[in-house]
């Protein structure tokens, strides 16, 4: 049973920086892509960020410049740097690994 685990949300002044965490487990080898997306009260979820094999990245422009993407194959877990958060990052955030997805780790910023 493959799993996401996301971590390192939380509440943070607008300005501040948060790095997420996201371990796949469950029969993967090794990783080979990853998404993140976000949903915030009311809204659709969205990609923010996405990471192939190759290292190609692709952002939403919301976040192009303050946000990035990367991962550790060996040790199958992605990451999403934020920097420069903003009040409209706010959001529960979730990785995605073709058609798994974790449960989601909250980001709150504050203005």
């Known amino acids: 049973q493959v799993q996401l685990v996301e971590s390192g949300g939380g509440l943070v002044q607008a300005g501040g920086s948060l790095r997420l965490s996201c371990t796949v487990s469950?029969?993967?080898?090794?990783?080979?892509?990853m998404g993140w997306y976000r949903q915030a009260p009311g809204k659709q979820r969205e990609l923010v960020a996405g990471?192939?094999?190759?290292?190609?990245?692709n952002y939403a422009d919301s976040v192009k410049g303050r946000f990035t993407i990367s991962m550790d194959n060996a040790k199958n877990t992605g990451f999403l740097q934020m920097n420069s958060l903003k009040p409209d990052d706010t959001a529960l955030y979730y990785c995605?690994?073709?058609?798994?997805w974790g449960k989601g780790t909250l980001v709150t910023v504050s203005s």
């Open positions: 995605n690994y073709y058609i798994f």
């Open positions: 469950g029969g993967i080898i090794s990783i080979n892509a």
């Open positions: 990471i192939t094999s190759a290292g190609r990245t």
